[in-house]
């Protein structure tokens, strides 16, 4: 099986920052009729996960225009240029160029800076 990894595990970030994920498979993603099917989700509080991004850099309906996708090969990366209250969640990239389709098992969690400074420092009472 394709093995995923992604990093970083954990992204405490301010609002309106740039935010980035990374993705490598560890084989290539390129199928033979020339697409490369890496897609990423998100996984908000409480909610099933929303496709963002498909075939590398493709934006589902509705998703706005500050997330973009690239990368090609084994290296996919996930950008959002202004982090908004909404985008903050669970973020995942899932292949299925190889059978049987595989998703991250270590997501990335992005939390606002400010609430993960705040548990760090409760946690050192």
């Known amino acids: 099986d394709v093995v995923m990894t992604q990093t970083p595990l954990s992204l405490p970030i301010s609002l309106g920052d740039q935010a980035s994920f990374s993705c490598r498979s560890?084989?290539?993603?390129?199928?033979?009729?020339?697409n490369t099917?890496?897609?990423?989700y998100l996984q908000k509080s409480g909610q099933s996960p929303q496709i963002l991004i498909y075939?590398?850099?493709n934006r589902?309906?509705?998703v706005p225009d500050r997330f973009s996708g690239s990368?090609?090969?084994?290296d996919f990366t996930l950008k959002i240029s202004r982090v908004?209250?909404?985008d903050l969640g669970v973020y995942y990239c899932l292949q299925h160029t190889?059978?049987?389709?595989?998703?991250?098992?270590?997501?990335?969690?992005?939390?606002l800076l400010r609430m993960a400074q705040l548990?760090?420092?409760y946690s050192s009472l």
């Open 26 to 34: 560890s084989q290539s993603l390129l199928h033979s009729n020339g």
């Open 37 to 40: 099917y890496l897609a990423w």
């Open 55 to 57: 075939r590398i850099s």
């Open 60 to 62: 589902f309906s509705g």
């Open 71 to 74: 990368g090609s090969g084994t």
């Open 84 to 86: 908004e209250p909404e």
């Open 98 to 111: 190889h059978l049987p389709p595989t998703l991250i098992y270590t997501p990335t969690k992005m939390s």
């Open 119 to 121: 548990l760090i420092c």
